[in-house]
């Protein structure tokens, strides 16, 4: 019996330009190299639609952006509050608790009922050796940092040790920056998403938004395969955008191309 395995290797410049054709990196440099094994049927599929779009995509003109996303609600724990006698969702106060006990050290995050204000202290790390504490993580518990508090507000995955009730927000905060390509003329999307947060927004839904197209119309060029998401899985633009992933859009068929690939990049078109 014969087994085989498909592996999709992503290879990355520090501009997260993925591309295993010498010569095609804009930054030079590459800076990482990732492995992953996949199904044979998702390699063979898919890729071969892939390769067409981009080879048609390198035949005329393209535009390459990245869009950074950051979410601007953090995620509610619910849980139940003794005061409000009830399941209530929980919101970051934004400060922290250290206790020392010997050089064992713990740490909360301190988060608020949103209805009467009862606390609930959610765990950090608990009965940990100071020495095994990192300086800047430190550091920041002391100074209440706002940064890392952010970071750690916005970690539903961490979050999900504490409660399995969890409420998340769509809403988010795109930036926009230009890689590669003309502004003018360019009939074909190539959008880089880096989102080094988790966010819980359907990627339709923000290309709807940002893209100013409907979700149905998105859908209808995604079936004649003029959309085109990587990595792609099972209903992949209903399900919330991933960190690197990346997406092509052939607008060579639609009249309003030029509005569109204005908006992709952060502008808005001429009334
Ligand atoms: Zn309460």
Redesign the pocket.
């Known amino acids: 019996m014969i087994f085989l395995a498909f592996v999709e290797v992503t290879v990355r410049d520090r501009n997260g330009i993925a591309d295993l054709k010498p010569g095609t990196f804009p930054g030079g440099t590459i800076t990482s190299i990732r492995c992953q094994t996949v199904s044979p049927h998702r390699v063979l599929k898919p890729s071969s639609r892939w390769t067409s779009l981009r080879k048609n995509q390198t035949m005329s003109h393209a535009l390459t952006v990245r869009w950074t996303i950051e979410p601007t609600t953090a995620p509610r724990p619910w849980l139940a ?1 003794s ?2 006698r009830g399941q ?1 969702p929980f919101v970051c106060s934004g400060k922290t608790r250290l206790n020392a006990n010997g050089r064992r050290l713990d740490a909360w995050l301190i988060y608020r ?1 949103a ?2 204000g ?1 606390s609930w202290n959610r765990p950090v790390f608990e009965r940990k050796n100071v020495r095994d504490v990192a300086p800047d993580t430190l550091d920041a518990l002391q100074n209440n940092d706002r940064a890392w508090i952010h970071g750690v507000a916005f970690d539903v995955e961490d979050l999900r040790r504490s409660t399995t009730r969890i409420e998340e927000f769509p809403d988010c905060r795109v930036s926009h920056h230009v890689l590669a390509g003309r502004l003018e003329g360019s009939m074909r999307l190539e959008i880089l998403f880096t989102a080094p947060t988790v966010v819980s927004v359907r990627t339709d839904r923000l290309l709807a938004a940002e893209l100013g197209v409907s979700r149905s119309r998105l859908a209808r060029l995604a079936e004649t395969d003029r959309v085109i998401l990587m990595p792609e899985t099972r209903r992949s633009l209903q399900r919330p955008i991933k960190d690197g992933a990346r997406i092509v859009i052939d607008l060579s068929a639609e009249a309003d191309w030029a509005e569109i690939v204005e908006r992709a990049q952060g502008g808005s078109p001429p009334a």
Request: aromatic letters at 0%.
């Open positions: 509050c005061r409000c209530r009922c209805d009467c009862d």
